[in-house]
């Protein structure tokens, strides 16, 4: 890994742990609406931002869930990744998280992930992050 690599790699670390220490403990605000409940399928996630967060909408079982969308591994986007049940697979390196409870089941992701509430309105999914 060269020098630029590995510091961009630094700073997202330090961003990605602070925003998750962040929404654990408590700065969560009020419903944002981020897409259409059409624009997510069951094998098909859809990429939100909200803010700088990356946030992953998936689908499984006709329930949605809202994830980090960025693999805690190597910075993937696991909204591009495999789902199976109610599992993602990491394209990169195969990290597999519980889509439901944002939990490491297997593979070189270093930690679970955050999770967002969710709730839809009509046609609206929002969901609640900082
Ligand atoms: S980037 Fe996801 S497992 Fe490596």
Redesign the pocket.
Known sequence: MNGHYKFTAIILYIKQSFVYKTLQGGWIMGWIAVCQIDDVQEDEPKAVDVGETKIGIFKIENQIYAIENV?P????LLSEGFVEGETVE?P????VFNVTTGALES???CRDLCTYPVKVDGASILIQAQ
Do not use: I, W
């Not at 591994?73 to 993937?76: G, I, N, Q």
């Not at 990169?92 to 990290?95: F, V, Y």
């Open positions: 693999c591994h190597a910075y993937a990491c990169l390196h195969e990290a593979g070189p992701g």
